[in-house]
């Protein structure tokens, strides 16, 4: 495999660390539309926290990597792997606008014998029946003969400092048997977990949509059991640990489920589904039912404090955590908003503290400033911890009967209420 030069587009949670390692095997350049990104990168800095800077700088000195917002110094590649969001719109339906602006910038520039690699998460024929076309219209090339494409869906897990992109096993495909062979090969130069080479793109695009739409369906089953619970009067996570001496029982956990793979991904299966005059009833219960939890959390908090004596209008509220999962810094469609949102409704203050989010971007995505310092949890009349940091759950909480602590994630030795 010489010659290879890998142009990675798209720097964010799921392309940088693709791209590093490339950058060990071969020729590698990292490519996104954001300045602001790039020049940080290229300074050693990673504001998703996903590569440590004495890392990045390691690389960026012993291979030369660098990344650029310009589509012209990436014009040399001949294999391009594109990583960008695929999120969906305020109907939830899929919005493929950065992947075929991605596809539009690789079209300028496209070559013959180049490799288009995608990585984002799709519904199955994305690749093929939107993403080719644009490519084939820009460049004027044609398809599996001037050029070739292949489909291996991102694999990455936000925070996660031992499942990292080399250690979990990666699905391959390509447009060609023997294009899908290559693809392959170029992915088992940096995946020690190995590969499953794939028999069509449509399958890997399968397999990623149905992984995520598999955990979510079973974390709405267990969101949907605390729920009962609740009612009954039992604790969930004591029935869970009940259930899970089982061997075979499955050790979900509810919660809520937001960020930019469980949250979203199943939208794209019931989209594909429906075009083919299919509803995917599971799917979309498990969906409604998760997408729900937030405002069902907050209710229960205003249930609590009303229990206590507390005026609800202008209570102060301190909500622990806004990024969508524990120990990463990543916002994007966190459910915690609709938790604050909801309690903002009721007229509650609510103050957010979250050590691991960036401010700026809090800002700008929820228009919300977040706590600088470690607040003082005496002020409050309700704490809500929603997220699982490491550091949270450190936390010794000495409250008053009148406060009401109400613990997401089940993390706290104690607290009035837990999902």
């Known amino acids: ?89 305020k109907y939830k339906r899929p919005d493929l606008t950065p992947l075929i602006k991605a596809s539009e910038t690789i079209g300028n520039i496209l070559k013959k014998d180049d490799i288009i690699i995608y990585e984002s998460t799709v519904y199955p024929g994305a690749t093929e029946e939107d993403c080719v076309p644009v490519l084939e219209k820009i460049s ?48 088992q130069t940096i995946i020690t977990a190995g590969t499953h080479l794939a028999p069509s793109i449509k399958v890997a695009e399968a397999a990623k949509v149905i992984e995520n739409s598999q955990r979510d369906i079973n974390i709405a089953f267990v969101n949907e059991l605390a729920i ?58 498990g969906r409604r039912l998760n997408d729900n939890m937030g405002i069902y959390i907050a209710n229960r908090v205003i249930k609590l404090m009303i229990k206590k004596g507390q005026k609800i209008e202008g209570s102060p509220v301190l909500v622990m955590g806004i990024t969508f999962k524990e120990n990463c810094s990543d916002i994007r469609n966190s459910k915690v908003i609709d938790v604050i949102r909801e309690l903002q409704d009721f007229g509650c203050v609510v ?44 936390l010794h909480l000495v409250k008053n009967n009148s406060q009401v602590i109400f613990d997401v994630k089940s993390f706290l030795v104690s607290s009035d209420a837990t999902l």
């Open 1 to 89: 495999m010489e010659n290879i030069k890998i142009a990675v587009i798209g720097l964010g949670y799921v392309g940088l660390p693709l791209a590093v390692e490339f950058a060990q095997k071969f020729e590698t350049l990292g490519f996104d539309i954001a300045k602001n990104r790039v020049d940080e990168l290229n300074q050693g800095y990673d504001r998703t926290l996903e590569i440590d800077k004495n890392y990045l700088t390691k690389v960026w000195r012993e291979t030369g990597f660098r990344a650029t917002n310009n589509p012209s110094d990436i014009a040399l590649c001949n294999v391009y792997i594109v990583t960008v969001p695929t999120p969906i719109d």
């Open 140 to 187: 004027g090339l044609k398809f599996n003969q001037d050029f070739f494409c292949g489909y291996s869906p991102e694999r990455i897990n936000p925070g996660d400092k031992k499942h990292t992109v080399t250690r979990i096993k990666k699905v391959t495909s390509g447009s060609t048997p023997e294009v899908a062979q290559k693809v392959d090969r170029i992915y």
């Open 228 to 285: 009962i619970f609740n009612k009954i009067g039992i604790n969930t996570s004591d029935v869970l640990k009940a259930a899970a001496t089982k061997w075979n029982f499955l050790p979900f956990k509810p919660g809520l489920v937001g960020g930019h793979c469980i949250g979203v991904d199943p939208y794209y299966l019931t989209h594909k589904a429906q075009e083919f005059g299919y509803n995917p009833e599971i799917i979309l219960a």
């Open 351 to 394: 103050d957010v503290y979250d050590p691991c989010a960036l401010p700026e971007e809090v800002k700008h995505e929820y228009h919300i400033e977040l706590l600088c310092n470690f607040p003082d949890f005496s002020k409050y009349n309700s704490i809500i911890l929603a997220v699982a940091h490491d550091n949270f759950q450190k």
